[in-house]
């Protein structure tokens, strides 16, 4: 089974890869900007079978093909895709610089949607794409202070999923989304310092590692709040 994760080299992807590379069946080729960290991932795997793509998504609009050319040295077919790379700069609505606004909307939206159509040709029948929104982005939770525009960018994605569960339903390819809660990683201790998240790190990346390989046999087109509190 070949998967690959989009930001795993720290927090939940990292945790979902290391869960996953536990079965030597699987392969996966995790995604980050830092290099040193995602050598420490690909150590990790007792399988040997967690491949690093060290790629900054802010340029992939001029690099795609590049990295579906690393993708298809490795993979004929992608079983699973996990947008899980995101961004968040926590300010006030009137306080967000445009600059950041548009960033979070950009890693947050744009760079999974663009993924998504890359590895179109790759998908198969019974492929499943899983992608990361937020409690913020899902409809009807209490929003916090300084998250507009990254929960904004949240919505955007999981209606990306419902849209897009639909279009390739054809083609038997799934779409679904989760939208965590709190889970104690280093975005969430950079936007909430001190605080405490309810779930931890690799609490998520079990739940993710499981969805991921068994979700589509039971959702499609769905975005499901993973939250121990209803905020
Ligand atoms: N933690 C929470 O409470 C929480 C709640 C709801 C949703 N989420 C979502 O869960 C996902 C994982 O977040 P996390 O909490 O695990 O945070 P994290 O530990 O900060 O991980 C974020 C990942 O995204 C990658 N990334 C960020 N900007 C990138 C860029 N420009 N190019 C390439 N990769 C980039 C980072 O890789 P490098 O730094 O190596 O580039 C890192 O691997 C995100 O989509 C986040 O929005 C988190």
Redesign the pocket.
């Known amino acids: 089974m070949n998967i690959i994760i ?9 945790e979902t890869a290391k869960v996953l590379s536990e079965n030597k069946e699987i392969n996966i080729i995790v ?4 290099e040193t ?2 050598k420490k991932v690909s150590d990790y795997s007792p399988y040997h079978n967690i491949i690093p793509l060290i ?4 340029t992939l609009a001029s690099n795609s093909e590049s990295i579906l050319k690393f993708v298809r040295k490795y993979f004929d077919k992608i079983d699973i895709l996990i947008n ?5 700069y926590a300010r006030k609505f009137d306080e967000t610089d445009e600059k950041e606004a548009r960033l979070m909307m950009e ?2 939206f744009f760079v999974p949607a663009m993924l998504i159509r890359l590895f179109l040709p790759l998908f198969h029948r019974g492929s499943h794409i899983v992608n ?4 913020g982005g899902y409809q009807g939770s209490q929003k916090f202070p300084g998250l507009s525009y990254y929960s904004a960018s ?1 919505a955007a994605i999981a209606c990306l999923t419902e849209c897009l569960a639909t279009e390739l339903i054809d083609r038997e390819i799934y779409v679904n989304c989760i939208a ?4 104690q ?4 201790d950079r936007a909430f310092p001190g605080q405490k ?1 309810n779930l931890s ?1 690799e609490e998520m990346g079990k739940f993710l590692a499981w969805f991921a390989i068994n979700g589509h046999r039971y959702f499609n087109g769905k975005i499901i709040p993973v939250a121990m509190v209803s905020p």
């Open positions: 989009t930001g795993g080299s720290s927090g939940i992807g990292l995604t980050g900007r830092n960290a995602l790629t900054d998504f802010t899980n790379a995101g961004y968040l890693i947050n990361i929104s937020s409690m949240k965590p809660g709190s889970v990683t280093e975005m969430f998240a790190a």
